[in-house]
């Protein structure tokens, strides 16, 4: 079981992230300072994972943030160029050299990496990279929340109790705001309308890129998807950190 401790603080940065997250909390002071400084980390996360698996993919990218600025209602852009068949053949033999010195030392990470290698390349070859590419905005978003919610159950690496709270508090966040986003989009026709109305700079929002590829009428299932995928990384996160206490003991 988890300390009192450990629980005092992944329940205290979690109401933090929840108040910064809801509509009705967020821009009262001092709740909105704390909010604008996690939105602007939260698109920062949110544009790295679009181009780290845009190179993944051959296409050279760049990510870029406006939330700083008010510049631009999108948030945030990550310029892309054209995919390049020597990028993609350099980055899996890349992932492959990175498979074979994992095999060669007896890593416990050879088959994860293995399976993200063998993932990219039939993605790769099959064409709806650019699925993922699209989708990884918001998923990155989601799996570095629940490496910080991780980091903050098992207290790796803190040097002292707030930097604790702090993973704890972005881990939440990053969460908890994809999770709400979806559930918007879900339930409210409104924001649906306006979410799927073209942007200017940047054409179309994420899942409504996704959807059109899937041959999708709607957004909502993108949504749900990834409302679904919100929760699990919490549990997820939660359980294979009561599971590394249980064998550190």
């Not at 629980?7 to 967020?26: G, K, N, P, Y």
């Not at 993922?132 to 903050?152: D, V």
């Not at 942007?199 to 959807?211: L, N």
Request: hydrophobic fraction near 50%; include cysteine.
């Amino acid at each position: 079981m988890f300390s009192r401790s450990t629980l005092t603080i992944i329940f205290s940065s979690a109401l933090v992230a929840i108040l910064a997250v809801l509509q009705v909390t967020r821009d009262v002071i001092p709740v909105s300072i704390i909010s604008a400084g996690l939105y602007v980390g939260n698109t920062l996360f949110h544009e790295i994972g679009h181009s780290i698996f845009s190179w993944l993919f051959g296409m050279p990218s760049l990510p870029a943030i406006f939330t700083l600025f008010g510049a631009d209602q999108a948030g945030g852009v990550t310029l892309m160029w054209d995919r390049q068949i020597i990028l993609q053949i350099l980055v899996l033999a890349g992932l492959g050299y990175l498979c074979y010195r994992l095999r060669s030392t007896y890593s416990p990470f050879y088959k994860y990496a293995l399976g993200f290698t063998i993932f990219i390349a039939i993605l790769a070859i099959s064409g709806y990279h650019q699925l993922i590419i699209n989708y990884m905005g918001h998923g990155s978003s989601i799996m570095i929340g629940g490496f910080f919610l991780f980091r903050a159950w098992v207290n790796i690496q803190a040097r002292h109790t707030f930097e604790r709270w702090l993973n704890g508090l972005f881990g939440v966040f990053l969460i908890f705001h994809n999770l709400m986003f979806s559930y918007r989009l879900i339930f409210d026709p409104v924001r649906r309308w306006d979410y799927s109305r073209n942007v200017s700079s940047i054409g179309h929002h994420d899942f409504v890129k996704i959807a059109k590829e899937l041959n999708m009428m709607d957004v909502q299932i993108v949504a749900w998807f990834t409302l679904f995928l919100s929760i699990a990384t919490f549990v997820i996160a939660s359980i294979c950190a009561k599971s590394y206490l249980s064998r550190a003991k």
